[in-house]
């Protein structure tokens, strides 16, 4: 089996030293800069619980030197997908898969989903139509990951917590190769669940996300003080209301009001979000796949988003201002 990681960031590593263990398997990574010098002299390594583990892979800068894939592992942040995807191609096969293990709305979310609006295109997320042409929705996983993990130095990741994988086709048809990817990933020790509509459990996910991230990002807070203000407070359930609202005309219904969700996130302690480790590490962030797809499908199916949409327009100054997002055109 060839298996190519994309984005051997902290999600990617955690997942490619994991699949690499497996028999049969030869791990390639994608990567450039530290990240590929680091590969090269040490392999690709991973710290948890259990002590350090290496795995030796490998890598290049250049798809074509990595050959045809079985399975790509589409691991990067959003902003970088337009640049990324192209990129791909010569590990592209009518029978390669790729497994994107990302944040937020992606942009494939309506396909082969979403009744009246199915098929649709997110611009907010692939405003130009790349994405969805460069790789088929047929070949596509959806990809929901539950773990922590934070990068130690280049190549090197440090897993803290959680092993979850929720994968699953856009059409949720889940063929017998989607099946098979499953099995992969419970051989290598995932905690994985194969879901009839990935969508749902993306929406979850993003439930929560779409507002803890972003408000802390402009504030500095850690959780628990985004959590600890009431004002705050009532703002997030505002926004997770409207979101709820869109999911339920799309058929992506939550059974909880928005104080279920913060009695959870509260039980995670105090942590810094992904987005203001982002903004703190001077990268750029991914507004437009957890809030600014939100307020897109909102337009789309005619629900109201006024705190979604302030939510959007001071995080996206925020960032702007730090040069962590691109300038408005003129």
Not at 111 to 122: K, P, T, V, Y
Not at 142 to 154: D, L
Not at 178 to 199: D, H, K, M
Request: net charge neutral; hydrophobic share 45%; glycine share 10%.
């Amino acid at each position: 089996m060839k298996i190519c990681v994309v984005g051997a960031g902290a999600i990617g590593g955690w997942m490619g030293v994991l699949l690499a263990r497996l028999p049969g398997v030869q791990l390639s990574v994608l990567a450039r800069g530290e990240t590929l010098k680091a590969l090269h002299e040490h392999g690709l390594r991973m710290s948890d619980a259990q002590g350090d583990h290496t795995v030796q892979v490998i890598a290049s800068d250049k798809a074509a030197d990595l050959g045809a894939q079985d399975l790509i592992v589409l691991a990067v942040k959003a902003p970088a997908l337009e640049q990324v995807v192209p990129q791909i191609a010569p590990m592209m096969t009518p029978t390669t898969q790729v497994l994107t293990a990302m944040n937020g709305v992606p942009w494939w979310f309506l396909q082969g989903f979403g009744g009246a609006w199915a098929n649709r295109s997110l611009s907010s997320v692939d405003p130009q139509g790349r994405l969805a042409k460069a790789i088929p929705a047929h070949q596509i996983i959806g990809c929901v990951v539950h773990s922590s993990c934070a990068m130690r130095s280049p190549g090197h990741v440090q897993h803290h917590f959680g092993n979850g994988l929720i994968v699953g086709e856009p059409s949720g048809v889940n063929s017998a190769a989607t099946q098979r990817v499953y099995q992969w990933l419970q051989e290598a020790g995932f905690q994985a669940t194969l879901s009839p509509c990935i969508q749902q459990d993306t929406w979850y996910k993003l439930w929560g996300n779409m507002t803890m991230n972003p408000v802390s990002a402009i504030t500095g807070a850690t959780s628990d003080l985004v959590l600890a203000d009431p004002l705050v407070l009532d703002f997030v359930s505002s926004v997770m209301l409207e979101a709820k609202a869109i999911g339920n005309l799309l058929g992506l219904t939550i059974d909880q009001q928005p104080q279920d969700r913060h009695v959870l996130t509260r039980r995670l302690g105090a942590f810094k979000t992904s987005m203001l480790q982002d903004v703190e590490a001077g990268r750029a962030v991914e507004l437009d796949a957890l809030v600014g797809a939100v307020q897109e499908l909102g337009q789309m199916t005619g629900v109201a988003t006024p705190f979604t949409n302030a939510l959007l327009g001071l995080s996206r100054l925020h960032a702007r201002v730090k040069g962590l997002y691109p300038l408005a055109e003129a």
